[in-house]
């Protein structure tokens, strides 16, 4: 398949192919997507198994057991909580330490480290005889998501071609879909196997994380990362790889450009406080509170307990989950084939409006028909599991996606890896902040969480009308020239030296 990358501005036209091997590549990278999925669909289910209640939580086992528990509460417990945020506390440090490994030594190392971690995390969580001993793999695992998710975006916008960077970059996203479905069914299946069916469950990570590890190893370093540290012959044939053409002779000294301008930054951290990266640095960080807060965690990671609270019982909520988890998969098929054609823009205005008559019609029902104890009548409980499943249908094709590509694609080259580091970390720590509040904001809260998170759904899809440009065929090196120059908030901070000096 054969396509002319070229930009919105004056940027040169760069021929490539779609080749096998680049296919391969943006396959076996994105299982680190997949892990990440598996860690957010596995911890809701296994908190949801009443052998790993009795194990490590028998509080919460013993409230839930009680015959008129709260429908809110029963699982309001910080511990339990800890369990599942702790992953991305430590993911959020780990993404700095990612951010310079993928500089210094490539983004290919960086995903191999991840495979490491992941392992040893697994290891312990599966095999724990302890809450410490829990706790800490999976603050392990956290590492292994915070080098995964700094590598493998950057990967995959590095290795694409312009006019199909989209769409390889979100089966980043599809994999993590793919990996929460997976998380689903094996809930379902080892919930019946008792008493060890919660260490199956967290044992299962291993697989894909042993695919990652040999997988990385036929894989080849991104062009970009190669010139970057000063291996040029290397670099150009990469290219000359993945392009599958014989001249790619502008589009190399468009790289070498680029990195000659980034080798001139000695802080990139300080950089991004300039002006000039204050667009990608801002959308970058807000992309990721607005990902968060659209409140898809807090259905994903604990959709068998919200399914329970509505009156499904485990099995039916587990079951429930898969399907939502199903959903999830096929939609982002279809984020996949629009966002090189509509456009990054167009999904997140249009989804903004679907999640949010969602998120209202399921506040509103559970306000009018669920009480602290008790269960929703069928119907209506039917009807809150379709329009859960109608949500996932939005964020899958949107703002699940495009929170990733997005930074991954705006920042400039000497300030790509720094940048998306603040992204990443920002993506765990409002991750971590659901995750450590999400039961307990139902405790209190009640069905007004779904208003809250309604609420952020309006601000967010303001923010993306506004401030949010089009990317969509732009050159990943000419996002400056073609994107923020000419955009009408953005452009007062792309002044360059003599334009400053000029102003002055």
């Not at 991104?222 to 000359?240: D, M, Q, V, W, Y």
């Amino acid at each position: 398949m054969a396509v002319v990358v070229s930009s919105n501005g004056n940027a040169p036209a760069f021929e490539a192919k779609l080749t096998v091997y680049v296919f391969i590549c943006v396959v076996i990278a994105a299982f680190g997507g997949l892990i990440f999925g598996y860690d957010i669909g596995i911890s809701g289910g296994v908190t949801a198994m009443d052998d790993f209640l009795k194990e490590f939580f028998p509080a919460v086992w013993e409230r839930k057991k009680h015959a008129h528990e709260n429908n809110y509460c029963k699982y309001d417990n910080q511990f339990l909580q800890l369990f599942t945020s702790s992953l991305y506390l430590a993911a959020l440090v780990a993404s700095f330490f990612a951010s310079a490994v993928c500089s210094k030594l490539g983004r290919k190392p960086t995903m191999q480290f991840a495979s490491i971690f992941f392992l040893i995390g697994v290891g312990l969580t599966a095999g724990a005889v302890n809450l410490i001993m829990l706790i800490f793999g999976r603050i392990l695992l956290g590492f292994g998501v915070g080098f995964g998710n700094q590598a493998v975006p950057l990967f995959l916008s590095e290795i694409a071609p312009a006019q199909l960077r989209g769409g390889l970059n979100i089966v980043f996203q599809l994999m993590v879909t793919i990996g929460i479905l997976i998380a689903n069914l094996v809930n379902y299946f080892t919930a019946k196997v008792h008493p060890y069916g919660w260490r199956i469950a967290l044992g299962g990570a291993a697989i894909p994380a042993v695919f990652l590890l040999f997988g990385s190893l036929i894989i080849c370093e991104t062009p970009t990362s190669l010139i970057e540290r000063n291996k040029n012959e290397e670099g150009k044939e990469a290219l000359r790889k993945i392009r599958g053409v014989e001249d790619i002779n502008e589009e190399y000294e468009s790289i070498v450009h680029a990195c000659d301008i980034a080798s001139q930054v000695k802080d990139p951290f300080r950089k991004l406080l300039k002006p000039a990266s204050r667009p990608p640095f801002i959308i970058g960080m807000l992309l990721q509170l607005f990902q968060q807060f659209t409140g898809i965690n807090a259905i994903m990671f604990y959709a068998p307990v919200l399914f329970q609270t509505v009156g499904f019982g485990s099995e039916a909520a587990l079951l429930s989950a898969v399907i939502t988890g199903t959903i999830n998969v096929l939609s982002t098929f279809v984020g996949i084939y629009l966002v090189d054609k509509t456009g990054r823009r167009f999904l997140l205005l249009q989804s903004s409006v679907h999640m949010l008559i969602c998120q209202l019609i399921i506040g509103i029902i559970l306000a009018k028909d669920l009480g602290t104890t008790g269960t929703l009548g069928k119907p209506q409980a039917l009807v809150v599991v379709i329009f859960v499943c109608v949500y996932v249908m939005g964020f899958a094709w949107s703002w699940g996606p495009l929170g990733w590509l997005i930074p991954s694609e705006t920042f400039p080259l000497e300030t790509r890896s720094a940048g998306f580091a603040v992204a990443v970390s920002c993506n765990m720590f409002f991750t971590f902040v659901i995750a450590q509040a999400f039961l307990s904001m139902l405790c209190g809260m009640r069905s007004g969480i779904f208003f809250f998170f309604s609420a952020w759904i309006v601000v967010m899809g303001l923010f993306a009308m506004f401030f949010i440009p089009e990317t969509k065929g732009v050159a990943i090196d000419d996002m400056r020239e073609s994107v923020w120059k000419p955009h009408w908030f953005w452009k007062r901070y792309m002044l360059d030296e003599d334009d400053v000096e000029k102003r002055n």
